[in-house]
Nanobody, 124 residues
């Protein structure tokens, strides 16, 4: 398993932006597919987006498409989630996840490594 640590969460007004980062413990991270998920109070964890090991393939949930963007820097073992035009419904704990295959997935159960999560709160 790879250890993941998220950072960058916080409180922002609607329409604002935040950038989340996820640092991985292993150099082999470069061959892992990675994703971002979120969980709001009382709701199940849901898919936000993923990026393939090479960065050439991305996928996003319809609710964030056009507003969020995932990138990765394999040399630094990090992936990032740039969130723009934030809405109150984006409020959740955001989790970084990794899996030992080079491409991503929309399914929580497909990921074996998870970070501890970082809180994002968007006020109206």
């Amino acid at each position: 398993q790879v250890q993941l640590v998220e950072s960058g969460g916080g409180l922002v007004q609607a329409g604002g932006s935040l950038r989340l980062s996820c640092a991985a413990s292993k150099g082999i991270f470069s061959v892992y597919g990675t994703g971002w998920f979120r969980q709001a109070p009382g709701k199940e964890r849901e898919f936000v987006g993923y990026i393939s090991w090479s960065g050439s393939s991305t996928d996003y949930a319809d609710s964030v498409k056009g507003r969020f963007a995932i990138s990765r820097d394999n040399a630094k073992n990090t992936i990032n989630l740039q969130m723009n035009s934030l809405k109150p419904e984006d409020t959740a704990i955001y989790y970084c996840a990794a899996r030992k295959v080079p491409y991503g997935s929309r399914t929580v159960a497909d990921f074996g490594s998870w970070g501890q999560g970082t809180q994002v709160a968007v006020s109206s």
